[in-house]
């Protein structure tokens, strides 16, 4: 039996911490999606599903890697204020859906944004808390090396996209981490010590701290006891 649990929570205070909201941001090619695949096989998160008008890649599936509709719906969304933040890329628009990320952090869950940089500053703003992590390349050559080698844009797209990681390369100090995508184990291990060292601040250790509080009632007797007999052989 436990007692002096009311008296912790009086000590400490009631509040229950919130989750952290962690957002992964970078340029187009610098691997978050196959960061983000990783990291959540080692680290238990709540990961924020997007809205993209965009179609469905092969082997992409609905509620699973986006939500997938059509301008109008995510017109409606944006105007009803439901998005936490959005963006337009490269012809089609995503945005995160506000209202399960509010009610996951409430629960005290972890949730990771993976998303483009101009939507990771709008969360900056609406959410000074939030955790912004920028992925960078290990150069720009390697991020044009693996845009060229995906094949999945123009020659001229892919210069596109170079000259925009420069410049967003240089809005750096807007972001809380910086992590270098170059051996992948290394990036998601940067990037799992990150989150992991965020749950250990104080406002989130308060359970720690309220059992750290508690007397244990029947060791108690069993210490009483010991220090009487302590007591009785001076
Ligand atoms: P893709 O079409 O290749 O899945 O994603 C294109 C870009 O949009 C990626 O950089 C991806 O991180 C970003 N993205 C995905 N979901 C969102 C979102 O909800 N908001 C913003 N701002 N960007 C997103």
């Known amino acids: ?8 929570k009086r000590v400490l205070g009631r509040n229950m911490a919130a989750g952290d909201l962690i957002v992964m941001t970078g340029a187009s090619g610098v691997g978050k999606g196959t960061l983000r695949a990783r990291l959540m096989e080692t680290v238990k998160l709540h990961y924020s599903i997007s809205m993209t008008t965009r179609p469905p890649r092969p082997g992409e ?3 699973v890697d986006y939500w997938f509709v059509d301008e109008e719906t995510f017109e409606r969304t944006r105007a009803g204020g439901g998005f936490l933040e959005w963006a337009s890329y490269v012809d089609h628009s995503y945005g995160t859906p506000k209202e399960p990320v509010e009610k996951a952090l409430a629960r005290g869950e972890d949730v ?24 960078v390349p290990p150069s720009l050559s390697e991020l044009r090396q693996r845009l060229l080698l995906r094949g999945k844009d123009s ?6 996209r170079l000259r925009r990681a420069e410049e967003e390369i240089g809005q750096a100090e807007k972001f809380d981490y910086v ?6 184990k290394d990036a998601v ?7 992991l060292s965020r749950r250990r601040i104080v406002k989130r250790m308060q359970p ?8 244990d009632a029947d060791l108690e007797a069993e210490l009483n006891e010991i220090a009487a007999r302590l007591q009785g052989r001076k």
């Open 1 to 8: 039996m436990q007692y002096s649990r009311v008296r912790a």
């Open 61 to 63: 599936r609905h509620g």
């Open 112 to 135: 990771l944004l993976e998303i483009e940089v101009q939507g990771a500053l709008q969360v900056a703003k609406n959410k000074p808390d939030a955790v912004l992590i920028f992925i």
């Open 155 to 160: 020659l001229e797209k892919i210069e596109k």
């Open 179 to 184: 992590v270098v995508n170059d051996v992948l």
């Open 189 to 195: 291990s940067d990037l799992k010590r990150i989150i």
């Open 208 to 215: 720690a701290l309220e059992r750290a509080l508690v007397r």
